[in-house]
């Protein structure tokens, strides 16, 4: 299903939705791309990936989970609520949209995270074709089509004079419906609207399947992971800001009388991540690169059938040292 | 507070109270726990190998396996030793002081392919915790297995842990028990040598055997080349890895190695197992 609408009426549309969400779209705060609560006076335009993932809207970087009083004589816990309190993401790339359907297992599966969840139930997730290749960018080599999507509620593709929307689920149609907001489209029309992406590469810079058949065979060669982590300084950036990463450590704060447990991000690329008493199977710095290469790209597909990198580029482009996943990709695949 | 939020809060710990600490080592201890929600006393239960996460609130969640028998309900029990800022807290604590309990976690020995073969149990250690709890299921349930041999080495006499439970092995003419140190005293009766060493000294028959190991690394490492010696198949043997965990759910990603997960696809694995996904980080 496909619809139209003018950016004046997405303006009234998203205002209505106002009355029971937050809505929030990319913006420049303190300098720094993220998303944010909108004023809705304009609308996204010719925006790149922010540098803070949306991510942070679901598994954030710090996160209360529980608390406690304590007295000589007593301790009582208190779980923290999960999060409530309906919200629309507007402007979502289709790589940031994936990269939360990539996180969905590993929060969902097994033991829920009422944390993780709640976010993805409260969250009206709408979307925007790119319209230029991000600096740093590797979407199409991992098969995400930077102008369309499917893992979101509607997803908005810009137009001469508005905005052409496809309809994914049903509760963006059932949203969609409200008020006379849109009208009807077709498959003819939203097809016509796909552009050229620009500063689109001629050819792909790697082969994902080759990637994937290589870089289990690619694990046990320490001279290839010395060489490529070489310049890497453990800084954890790609982690931080990549937006499939999800290690994350959980450590108390203790107040006079009270306490509370967190939830916050952790790297793979710090030495601490796996020390034991005795023991640190990643003391060495080629063997943790090795680990987030070879988890995104071999253990995780193994596990859930993704590859859990979106090509966003973020981690190329934040990098303090320029080491380029993308080289280190075309290197495991020849 | 709300009950119904709390339910569903993973990370949300039971609370807990001390009743009884045992040191068993000039730096480890026993802690023996009980539930403060005596429904949870009744209905709760585990296999013998799965862990829990420890709290002491203020300072953090620890990973312990739980070396009580499910054979033996009531209270729980685990061993610490002091090493870390959890561990060192926990020492700390007195009976009747609060802990906070998430768990049970992971997988556990196999007892199905352990019932009617004879059982060889190695431990080093604190290594001998898991053991323990699997030993004492063994011998309350001790007409499904035939021979069972127990190998317990230490550093030295005082490093023992679990010296009770020796004694009571050592006094069961079901069990036999060797016991090693590896720098005796004047008073010490039992053998002299590393546990690979006294293993291949001892000579225990790999035929209907499965062999079950826990300890320091370096101790795994030689023991799994002497049970090779003696005619151990990989499937025979058996062994807990450690990792470092923190959420115990499989979600944290610190005990990932390969495609496994230790805290949710372990902590038990065969050898067989092992040797096809651990790498070189072992």
Known sequence: MYLKITPKKLIQWLDGLKAQAEVLTPAKVDGVWTYTLSDLQ??????????????????????????WRSSDSSLQLSSTPPPDGQRAILGLRPCDARALRILEPVFLKDYQDVFYSQNLLRTLLLGQACRAQCQGSFCEEMGIDPQDSVDVDLFFREVPGGYLARVITEKGKDLARGGDFFEESSAGEWNAARREIGGKRDNPIFDLEKVKARVGERFPDEDFWRRVSDKCINCGICTYLCPTCHCFDLCDLQMPGQGVRFRCFDSCAFPGFTKMAVHNPREEKWRRYRQRVSHKFN???????????????????????????????????? | MNEQVQEKNIYQPHLMEITKVIPETGDTKTFHIQFQDASLRESFSFLAGQFAEYSVFGEGEATFCISSSPTRMGRLEFSVKRVGRVTHALHQLNEGD?????????NHFPLDKLKGKNLLFI?????????????HNVVDTRADYREITILYGARSPQDLCFRYDLESWGGNPTLTIVTTVDVGDNNWKGKVGLVPMVLEEIKPSSKETIAITCGPPIMIRYTLKSLEKLGFTPSQVWTTLEMKMKCGLGKCGRCNIGPLYVCKDGPVFSLEEIQRFVSDEF
């Not at chain 2, 609060?98 to 976690?105: E, M, N, V």
């Open chain 1, 299 to 334: 253990f995780f597909y193994q596990n859930f059938q993704a590859v859990a990198c979106v090509g966003c580029g973020r981690c190329v482009i934040h990098c303090p040292v320029n080491l380029d996943l993308r080289e280190v990709l075309l290197a495991i695949a020849q």
């Open chain 1, 42 to 67: 304009t609308l996204p335009q010719h925006y790149f990936n922010s540098c803070i993932p949306p991510k942070s809207l679901f598994f954030p970087s710090l996160q209360a989970l529980l608390g």
């Open chain 2, 98 to 106: 609060p802990i906070g309990f998430r768990g049970p976690y992971g």
């Open chain 2, 123 to 135: 431990g080093g250690g604190i290594g001998l915790a898991p053991l323990r709890s699997l030993i």
